[in-house]
């Protein structure tokens, strides 16, 4: 089954899909988020405020987010602590 991690504002991803988690701040990141707009890779999952994270998945998408990395981090550390308690 799925691991899926809320990545703010109603917005969920599957966590086994994840990459990478990354500031958006550094330019090299700021150049892959403009390619990914311009080819149409990244899902905005801002609702409009600042990006804060880049969410790298597996098949190449880019899902820009709100909260922080170490926010985001945290919600996948704790689902997969969860997980290991079901077990």
Known sequence: MSKLIHIGF?????????????SPEAAPIKRMVQKAREEGTSVDATQGRKTKAVIVMENGM??????????????????????????
């Open 10 to 22: 109603g917005n969920i991803v599957n966590a086994d899909k994840i990459i990478s988690i990354v």
């Open 62 to 87: 880019l899902v820009l987010s709100a909260l922080l990395p170490e926010t985001i981090s945290m919600r996948l550390s704790s689902e997969s602590e969860s997980s290991l308690d079901e077990t």
